[in-house]
């Protein structure tokens, strides 16, 4: 299939729904100055900040097919969610997920298993949709895979405040009631060539989920990064991290085990083509194309 990346007898596909300037790269990483944003504008400029200092990220799964299984990791925002203080992704109603998962030669039936890298709203997304007025699976043969601690930290956060969080109880809540959770630890070998790594911070018990044999390695960040900033700047934290200290210590531990090796990291919110390898720079790291 074009635009795959093969690691082993696996491939890797990715599956865009949205692509575009979203967030204030100030608000959006509140400890960045004005200051440091001018001196990184002129390699950030023009793929990865609009000339209006937005961000330009992308909203995509990617579906991971191995000899056994089918695995779709992360399920974007979805359709027919009220998300009122998200303007861009409220209510939408597109067929462009659709679209890209059939050009990539998949159904919702093929889908095995559905990993959640993390349990914020533009991740679980399509977990479920709109029929009859009830949330159902969107696929209809998959388990979902939940880090256990994240799952019960999000589900005691919509029970303390109901309104806060409608994502939970649209996207993932309809999949605990329909007995369709696997609940596990976020360090978990999942087979001998899918593993999840806890890579915390960004939430309580974040994964990223590790694809293929030592030395013929991806890994699915999740969002454990979201720009390559936070390549150069593993210490930047974004806006809505738990905590962004645990996040910045997670990017050293994996990036230090990653960079200046073949692995390939598929970022969930790079503009395209979203995937890439770490490098050394400085004292830090540099994301570059593949
Ligand atoms: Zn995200």
């Given amino acids: 299939m074009p635009g795959a990346i093969e690691i082993g007898s696996a491939t890797i596909h990715r599956i865009v729904e949205q692509e575009g300037p979203f967030f204030?790269?100030?608000?959006?990483?509140?400890?960045?100055?004005?200051?440091?944003?001018?001196?990184?504008?002129?390699?950030?400029?023009?793929?990865f900040l609009d000339a209006n200092d937005k961000l330009i990220l992308c909203i995509q799964s990617y579906v991971v097919q191995t000899q056994h299984h089918t695995i779709m990791i992360d399920t974007c925002v979805g359709n027919h969610k009220s998300r009122p203080t998200r303007s861009f992704w409220n209510m939408m109603n597109s067929d462009r997920y659709e679209k890209s998962l059939a050009a990539s030669g998949f159904s919702v039936n093929d889908i095995d298993f559905v990993m959640c890298t993390?349990?914020?709203?533009?991740?679980?997304?399509?977990?479920?949709?709109?029929?009859?007025?009830?949330?159902?699976?969107?696929?209809?043969?998959?388990?979902?895979?939940?880090?256990?601690?994240?799952?019960?930290?999000w589900t005691k956060r919509q029970q303390d405040?109901?309104?806060?969080?409608?994502?939970?109880?649209?996207?993932?809540?309809?999949?605990?009631?329909?007995?369709?959770?696997?609940?596990?630890?976020?360090?978990?070998?999942?087979?001998?060539?899918?593993?999840?790594?806890?890579?915390?911070?960004?939430?309580?018990?974040?994964?990223?989920?590790?694809?293929?044999?030592?030395g013929a390695h991806a890994i699915i960040t999740g969002d454990m990064i979201h720009s390559p900033l936070q390549a150069r700047f593993p210490e930047l934290g974004m806006m809505a991290?738990?905590?962004?200290?645990?996040?910045?210590?997670?990017?050293?531990?994996?990036?230090?085990?990653?960079?200046?090796?073949?692995?390939?990291?598929?970022?969930?919110h790079f503009p395209s083509p979203s995937t890439g390898r770490l490098v050394r720079h400085r004292d830090a790291f540099d994301f570059i194309d593949v």
């Fill in 118 to 153: 993390h349990l914020h709203t533009d991740h679980v997304g399509w977990n479920t949709r709109l029929e009859n007025g009830c949330w159902v699976p969107t696929f209809p043969k998959a388990r979902y895979v939940f880090a256990d601690r994240e799952l019960a930290y």
């Fill in 241 to 268: 991290d738990y905590d962004s200290k645990q996040a910045g210590e997670s990017r050293r531990v994996l990036f230090d085990r990653v960079c200046d090796t073949s692995t390939i990291m598929c970022t969930a």
């Fill in 24 to 47: 204030d790269a100030l608000q959006f990483f509140p400890a960045m100055t004005k200051e440091f944003l001018d001196e990184n504008r002129g390699w950030l400029q023009p793929r």
């Fill in 161 to 214: 405040d109901p309104v806060a969080c409608p994502w939970i109880v649209d996207s993932v809540l309809p999949i605990v009631a329909a007995n369709r959770a696997d609940i596990v630890k976020s360090a978990h070998a999942f087979n001998d060539l899918v593993t999840l790594i806890p890579t915390p911070g960004h939430t309580i018990d974040h994964y990223s989920v590790q694809v293929g044999r030592l």
